[in-house]
């Protein structure tokens, strides 16, 4: 017997169509949709209201992608971008957009998550924080490849869906002092005789930049990802930039001699100086280091957490889990207001920066443990009072919200930055009945783009 597989492949039209669409509405990843034929069209570049003329790129069974060529119709939240690549730029893609609707689309988003995958009926989603809209990121990673003739080093942003580089003078996202560190490494990186990785060949040395700054404090972390060991040629190179730029704290070379995309590898060696930088956060100081998660906004991360101390009413005899730790950012400042703190975090590296911080801090009253939260939570040792979430962009394991509704801890603070997950797991804790939900109070961490942070604080029935 032969069974026949029918495989429904987008299709792209030749050559190019071009059609007059109404722009009707943002989506979650930013694209402006409109209707042609009876199909959703994404369209990256473009505002609800806008009638604009566009090349239809690529057309599946239910939705078509275009690309804009010309806005007839403006809409009054359009806006100039402030960077002179924002079109081109992968970094970015709604410095079209003025600031105030950008806003709006986002509590929109989370609204919606909420009700379409949460099935929450009427969500009673707190006005969003506003933000700087700009120069607010305290860490970038900067992809390096090869130039025309496959010596020189390009380095900059990919364009959207592509490893096509853009280049550009400075970022009006980032904090400025990392703008002054790259313009210091696009003059310096060039004397070092390195080649450029590519992709295509997995031929080459470089492979990305990645600059971080402590917000409050200035200290720069430089860290280069090569694709194989040059640990000793480097060193007497690193120790002069130092030499060079006070606010530079130390340089470190992470080896990636994978051939797919993940940005580090495993193995990171100091070259000069220290491998962490300090940042004050919650009136904590924290050290910080290459590989190791820092939210990318450190003061609309403090805010949440000055939000989440104001709503939560710890006895201060209480027990806490925060079972996604990092480095303790959240973890260390709540455990001034606990008797005990438990943190668990999956990366061996941040458990151990964790640990340092608390001992930085002279916080007694929290254990770090390394593990996966599904694996190692009915370890802990003690129930917890009041349990802290913040996991990664795909959410949690339906093992931990199962063992969650089972302990049943008075009090849930989840923090997310993706609307969708976050939704689909608080259905499960909330289905039971077991918990309601307080307080959804989304926070624009990421300006100029379609992603948002909300936090939701779950109690107990």
Not at 47 to 74: M, S
Request: neutral net charge.
């Amino acid at each position: 017997m032969t069974i026949g597989v029918l495989l429904v492949t987008s299709e792209t039209i030749m050559p190019p169509e071009q059609i007059t669409l109404e722009i009707q509405d943002l989506t979650d990843q930013g694209d402006g949709l409109g209707r042609w034929e009876g199909l959703a069209v994404f369209v990256p570049q473009t505002v609800p209201g806008e009638t604009v003329r566009v090349e239809v790129t690529e057309r599946a069974k239910r939705f078509a992608r275009a690309r804009l060529l010309e806005v007839q119709t403006p809409a009054p939240e359009r806006t100039t971008p402030p960077c002179p690549v924002a079109e081109t730029c992968g970094g970015c893609s709604w410095q079209h957009l003025r600031y105030e609707a950008q806003l709006q689309a986002k509590q929109k988003q989370v609204y919606a998550a909420l009700q379409r995958l949460g099935g929450f009926h009427d969500p009673k989603v707190a006005p969003i924080l506003a933000s700087e809209p700009l120069h607010y990121r305290n860490k970038v990673a900067f992809p390096v490849v090869p130039g025309p003739d496959r010596k020189q080093l390009r380095i900059g942003y990919f364009q959207p869906g592509s490893h096509d580089l853009v280049e550009f003078g400075s970022c009006p996202a980032q904090d400025e002092r990392i703008d002054q560190a790259y313009r210091f490494l696009l003059q310096e990186l060039p004397q070092l005789g390195w080649s450029a990785w590519s992709r295509d060949t997995d031929e080459g040395l470089l492979r990305h930049v990645l600059l971080r700054v402590g917000r409050r404090t200035g200290e720069t972390l430089l860290t280069l990802v090569t694709r194989h060991p040059v640990f000793g040629e480097i060193k007497a190179t690193a120790a002069r930039w130092l030499e060079q730029s006070p606010d530079l704290r130390g340089v470190c070379l992470n080896l990636n001699p994978h051939p797919d995309q993940r940005i580090l590898g495993k193995q990171t060696e100091l070259l000069a100086g220290t491998d962490e930088i300090e940042e004050v956060f919650g009136g904590m100081r924290f050290g910080v280091g290459p590989e190791t998660f820092f939210q990318v906004h450190t003061e609309q991360a403090e805010r949440i957490l000055e939000l989440l101390l104001e709503q939560w009413s710890s006895s201060g005899d209480q027990i806490l889990w925060d079972l996604y730790c990092g480095i303790g950012t959240f973890t260390l400042p709540l455990a001034r207001h606990f008797r005990k703190v438990w943190g668990l975090e999956w990366e061996r590296a941040s458990v151990e920066q964790a640990r340092r911080n608390a001992s930085r801090n002279g916080i007694a009253n929290v254990e770090f443990r390394q593990g996966a939260a599904e694996k190692n939570l009915r370890a802990l040792p003690e129930r917890p009072d009041f349990v802290f979430l913040d996991p990664p962009r795909q959410g949690c394991d339906p093992k931990v919200l199962q063992q969650l509704r089972k302990l049943g801890p008075a009090q849930i603070a989840y923090l997310s930055c993706n609307p969708a997950t976050q939704s689909r797991d608080l259905k499960l804790l909330c289905d039971s009945g077991k918990y309601r939900v307080t307080l959804i109070q989304p926070a624009d961490f990421f300006p100029q783009t379609p992603h948002v942070e909300c936090l939701v604080l779950l109690v107990r029935n």
